[in-house]
């Protein structure tokens, strides 16, 4: 049973690995899809020529999703607090939250460009945007779906409802607040990207920008394996620290 725990994502690696060799043998056959559709070679080649530039983008672009993400984090659990300890303010607040998510966030880069500038501030926006609404949802949720006859017990002994959220519904609730983090995790640093796209002054949004205007398709595809890596680097620094905090959560689900 472990031995199939420690290999669960060994089909997904392998998989992958078959992709990868279709792709090449697919862009050496048919040359003139390489110029749209460049050769994993190809990109990893252009990787290590433009590795010190992209690492140079690639810092400006985490010091953003980190900021963002950290900022949604306190955003998310406080309106949680809030619609939780008071109603009213669930029902005011939360469907206007539910209604801000059908707009594009992609629309309202150009905004926050002329808003805040070509600063770090809209990027750290944008990425508060991406990433607050599944952290408050799924927190939210959560802390409201406790077990009722735990409550009852807890206001049996007259504990107040600061009381009941600190000692009851928050240890309850932290797998799926680490869940929104998750989900989250994979939205953040795309956030920061559409805000650099936009218009930035450095970042891999920006730098990807130049190179898809410059038709340098390698290097496109090269800052977004970059992506992929930073998010899944946030996403598993999550899970890690999800197995330290609920450990039980864990026993319990074997």
Same mark, same amino acid.
């Given at each position: 049973?472990?031995?199939?725990i420690?290999?669960?994502y060994?089909?997904?690696?392998?998989?992958?690995?078959?992709?990868?060799?279709?792709w090449?043998?697919?862009?050496g056959?048919?040359?003139?899809?390489?110029?749209f559709?460049?050769a994993p070679?190809?990109?990893?080649q252009?990787?290590?020529?433009?590795?010190?530039?992209?690492f140079?983008?690639?810092l400006?672009?985490?010091w953003?999703?980190i900021?963002?993400f950290?900022l949604?984090?306190?955003?998310?659990?406080?309106?949680?607090?809030?619609?939780t300890?008071?109603p009213?303010?669930?029902?005011?607040?939360?469907p206007?939250l539910?209604i801000?998510q059908?707009?594009?966030?992609?629309?309202?880069?150009?905004?926050?460009l002329?808003?805040?500038?070509?600063?770090?501030?809209?990027k750290?926006?944008m990425?508060?945007?991406f990433?607050?609404?599944?952290?408050?949802i799924?927190?939210?949720?959560?802390?409201l779906?406790?077990?009722?006859?735990?409550?009852n017990?807890?206001?049996s002994m007259?504990?107040?409802?600061?009381?009941i959220?600190?000692?009851?519904r928050l240890?309850?609730?932290?797998p799926?607040?680490?869940? #929104?983090m998750?989900i989250?995790?994979?939205y953040?640093v795309?956030?920061?990207i559409?805000g650099e796209?936009?218009?930035?002054?450095? #970042?891999?949004g920006?730098?990807?920008?130049?190179a898809?205007s410059?038709h340098?398709?390698?290097?496109?595809?090269?800052?977004?394996?970059?992506?992929?890596?930073?998010?899944?680097?946030?996403?598993?620094?999550?899970?890690?620290?999800?197995?330290?905090a609920?450990?039980?959560?864990?026993?319990?689900?074997?």
């Open positions: 049973m472990k031995n199939i420690h290999f669960r060994l089909p997904t690696l392998l998989f992958t690995l078959i992709l990868i060799i279709i090449e043998i697919y862009s056959w048919y040359s003139e899809s390489s110029l559709l460049p070679s190809s990109i990893y252009t990787f290590i020529i433009n590795m010190g530039i992209i140079s983008h690639a400006h672009t985490v953003e999703t900021i963002g950290i949604a984090i306190i955003i998310g659990l406080t309106f949680s607090f809030l619609f300890l008071f009213f303010i669930k029902r005011t607040i939360y206007l539910v801000s059908t707009i594009p966030l992609i629309i309202l880069a150009p905004l926050l002329l808003w805040f500038g070509f600063g770090i501030a809209p750290i926006i990425v508060v945007l990433c607050f609404f599944p952290i408050t799924a927190t939210t949720d959560s802390l779906n406790v077990n009722q006859n735990l409550i017990l807890f206001k007259n504990a107040t409802d600061y009381q959220l600190k000692l009851v240890p309850f609730s932290l799926a607040f680490f869940s #929104g998750k989250a995790a994979t953040s795309s956030g920061a559409v796209y936009v218009g930035a002054k450095e #970042g891999l920006i730098y990807m920008n130049i898809a410059s340098a398709f390698p290097l496109v595809f090269a800052v977004i394996f970059v992506v992929i890596v930073l998010s899944l680097t946030l996403f598993a620094i999550i899970s890690v620290i999800e197995r330290l609920i450990p039980w959560h864990f026993y319990q689900s074997k």
